[in-house]
């Protein structure tokens, strides 16, 4: 049995703070790796000296997305007319998480586009993410794929879990898996314990937050302690990521660590 590791995502915690002084934070409250979506305001030199200061690991970013209400705000792997764009950014993700030692690019797929079918989407998401794991050989990054709900993402290109391992099967490269976040999955599907045992092999980063308004664990619909005794007695070593909005302040809020792993 493997003991369970939880690394802070700075986009979500700590947001106190500014972001530059999140790492610290992070740190001083006894988590020992981070994760964020979009390292691209800073250079890399910078993110790798505050990750050095405050002795943090990184696990993982995102590839480029655009703004909030954008057609691209939720990535651009699924869409035809935006290739070129979209291997800049894999190229760029991969650039930054090499020099920040990052175990993980997280390939967002996107929204399918207005006018595009969901057949010509996910055929070029396929594509895409095969081309993106040509690109990733040699560097030490693993790619993940990963679904977002329906209520959050509505046109996702991923469908569910089993579409998204299905996408793993189809591109057949030992870097690509799931990125399985446990607050898009009980939305849309529930039952994440078999959810979690079905996919387990395949998924190399666990992501979580509390249903229905996306904060701590114990706040929301989900039974943390038996997921996280399931999660513990698979044997899984990798971290998972808290991407939840704490409901008052962030470290008043990590009460939950201790009350529901006990």
Same mark, same amino acid.
């Given at each position: ?10 986009? =979500? &915690? ?11 934070? $992070? ?27 405050? %002795? ?16 691209? /705000? ?19 993700? &991969?650039?930054? $998480?090499?020099?920040?030692?990052? /175990? #993980? *690019?997280?390939?967002? %797929? ?10 010509? @989407? ?21 790619? *993940? ?10 046109? #996702? ?22 990125? &399985?976040?446990?607050?898009? @999955? ?27 308004? /996306? ?7 989900? %039974? =943390? ?28 809020? &990590? ?8």
């Amino acid at each position: 049995m493997t003991r369970l590791r939880f690394d802070a995502n700075l986009k =979500w &915690l700590f947001t106190e703070v500014p972001f530059v002084e999140r790492f610290d934070a $992070a740190a001083n409250a006894g988590f020992a790796a981070v994760e964020y979506a979009s390292p691209y305001e800073y250079g890399p030199a910078q993110l790798r000296s505050l990750l050095n200061n405050a %002795g943090l690991e990184q696990v993982l970013i995102n590839t480029p997305m655009g703004p909030p209400g954008s057609p691209t /705000r939720s990535g651009l792997a699924c869409m035809p007319d935006l290739v070129p764009e979209y291997r800049d950014g894999v190229l760029r993700g &991969l650039e930054y $998480a090499v020099a920040l030692d990052a /175990r #993980f *690019l997280h390939i967002v %797929g996107g929204i399918v586009p207005d006018g595009v079918s969901p057949e010509r @989407a996910h055929a070029r998401y396929v594509h895409n993410i095969a081309w993106a794991a040509e690109q990733a050989h040699g560097t030490g990054i693993g790619l *993940l794929l990963e679904t977002q709900n329906k209520r959050d993402a509505p046109g #996702f290109v991923l469908r569910s879990q089993e579409h998204a391992a299905a996408v793993v099967e189809a591109v057949g490269d030992d870097n690509v898996g799931l990125l &399985l976040d446990f607050y898009h @999955a009980q939305i849309d599907e529930g039952d994440l314990i078999h959810t979690y045992e079905r996919f387990k092999d395949i998924t190399l980063h666990l992501q979580i937050a509390d249903p229905p308004s /996306r904060n701590e664990p114990g706040t929301g619909e989900v %039974g =943390w302690a038996a997921l996280f005794a399931a999660i513990e007695s698979s044997g899984y070593d990798g971290w998972i990521g808290c991407e939840y909005r704490p409901k008052s302040e962030t470290v008043a809020g &990590l009460t939950w660590m201790k009350e529901i792993t006990r």
